[in-house]
Nanobody, 122 residues
Framework: QVQLVESGGGLVQAGGSLRLSCAASGLTFSSHAMGWFRQAPGKEREFVGGISWNGRNSYYADSVKGRFTISRDNAQNTVYLQMNSLKLEDTAVYYC???????????????WGRGAQVTVSS
């Protein structure tokens, strides 16, 4: 049974930082691309960033480029999302996802976590 469990969410002031973690089990983690998505209240889910199976390639939505960084540790079956210079509009539930072929589209991912709330306050 595949499980993706996000952690590290919380409340942070604008301009601050948070690091989300996503621990994976039940799959060959090193064979999967990983992605982060988010969904704000009343809005559709949107792509945040993705990373290739070996960590050599990462790509981001324009809205977070330069502020967020994705990394992974295949020995620990964990992917991270470092979020810096947080803005009010970054407030959302953040989801990690795993897929054989990652992309900007959620349809490329086969497995999803349950999400972690990130709230940015002024």
């Amino acid at each position: 049974q595949v499980q993706l469990v996000e952690s590290g969410g919380g409340l942070v002031q604008a301009g601050g930082s948070l690091r989300l973690s996503c621990a994976a089990s039940g799959l060959t983690f090193s064979s999967h691309a990983m992605g982060w998505f988010r969904q704000a209240p009343g809005k559709e889910r949107e792509f945040v960033g993705g990373i290739s199976w070996n960590g050599r390639n990462s790509y981001y939505a324009d809205s977070v480029k330069g502020r967020f960084t994705i990394s992974r540790d295949n020995a620990q079956n964990t992917v991270y999302l470092q979020m810096n210079s947080l803005k009010l509009e970054d407030t959302a539930v953040y989801y990690c996802a795993a897929g054989r072929i990652g992309s900007y589209s959620g349809a490329s991912y086969d497995y999803w976590g349950r999400g972690a709330q990130v709230t940015v306050s002024s």
